[in-house]
């Protein structure tokens, strides 16, 4: 069961909107989805009154970080050196390989960097935080 009383999920894509309901099945009643409902201007709203956001390299992860909501963000290829998020309260989740960042947009023949982190990984850090 999760730990929260209250999650909420989003994103744009169709296979964003599969995986939140996917979420939902599983949160026993304690995770809502918007994913698919919502562009990024509704977001601010939702993303302003969060404890604390996860999330990947994207737009909603600036929001939080602009309206100071303590980001954890889920870096694979890319560099959060170059794209964020920025800010002591804000921590970045990253497997240290030989090949990060190496920029790619279509996952390499292993795509190490995002399927080994794992769940427990992400939640260490969030409690880390006192938050969780």
């Known amino acids: 069961m999760l730990p929260f009383p209250s999650v909420?999920?989003?994103?744009?894509?169709?296979?964003?909107?599969?995986?939140?309901?996917?979420?939902?099945?599983?949160?026993?009643?304690?995770?809502?989805?918007?994913?698919?409902?919502?562009?990024l201007k509704d977001l601010i709203p939702v993303i302003?009154?969060?404890?604390?956001?996860i999330t990947n390299d994207t737009g909603p992860m600036h929001v939080a970080a602009a309206v100071n909501v303590p980001v954890f963000a889920i870096f694979g290829?890319?560099?959060?050196?170059?794209?964020g998020p920025?800010?002591?309260?804000h921590t970045v989740i990253q497997k240290k390989l030989p090949c990060t960042p190496c920029y790619r947009w279509k996952p390499c023949s292993h795509w190490s960097c995002?399927?080994?982190?794992?769940?427990?990984e992400v939640f260490n850090a969030i409690h880390s935080k006192g938050l969780a």
């Open 8 to 39: 909420v999920i989003s994103g744009s894509s169709r296979s964003d909107i599969a995986a939140a309901q996917t979420v939902v099945e599983h949160s026993k009643g304690r995770a809502v989805s918007i994913a698919g409902r919502t562009g």
């Open 48 to 53: 302003s009154k969060a404890e604390y956001f």
């Open 77 to 83: 290829p890319a560099n959060p050196v170059r794209t």
């Open 86 to 89: 920025y800010g002591d309260i």
């Open 114 to 120: 995002m399927n080994d982190i794992t769940s427990a």
